[in-house]
């Protein structure tokens, strides 16, 4: 059974840095991407970050320059800088397996998710 554990978040002033770090388990394919999916009350789950084992990377634009995914095997960190109040969501980590040339940051690319854990920015 493949599971993702996801910690990190809470709550910090506009402008400061988070880290959310995820772990998957149960997945025995070594070609499996990963992403971060923040959530706000009455929004989509967009992809904000994006990360294959051959760590290829993708951003979404709003994120660009502030946030920096990582991974170490079946670890993947997101390191959030100069966080805005928009950042506020709820954030999702997730997983599948496949090749991308560049890993998606849409959420009906992965079929393996973990709970959330909030990040809240006050301005």
């Known amino acids: 059974q493949v599971r993702l554990f996801v910690s990190g978040g809470g709550s910090v002033q506009a402008g400061g840095s988070l880290w959310l770090s995820c772990v998957v388990s149960?997945?025995?394919?070594?070609?499996?991407?990963m992403g971060w999916f923040p959530q706000a009350p009455g929004k989509e789950r967009d992809g904000v970050a994006s990360?294959?084992?051959?760590?290829k990377t993708s951003y979404a634009d709003p994120v660009k320059g502030r946030f920096t995914v990582s991974r170490d095997n079946a670890q993947m960190y997101l390191e959030m800088r100069n966080l805005k109040p928009e950042d506020t969501a709820m954030y999702y980590c997730?997983?599948?397996?496949?090749?991308?040339?560049?890993?998606?940051?849409?959420?009906?690319?992965?079929?393996?998710w973990g709970k959330g854990t909030q990040v809240t920015v006050a301005s």
């Open positions: 997730a997983a599948d397996v496949g090749y991308w040339r560049a890993p998606p940051l849409s959420a009906s690319d992965y079929i393996y």
């Open positions: 990360i294959t084992n051959y760590d």
């Open positions: 149960g997945l025995t394919f070594g070609n499996f991407y």
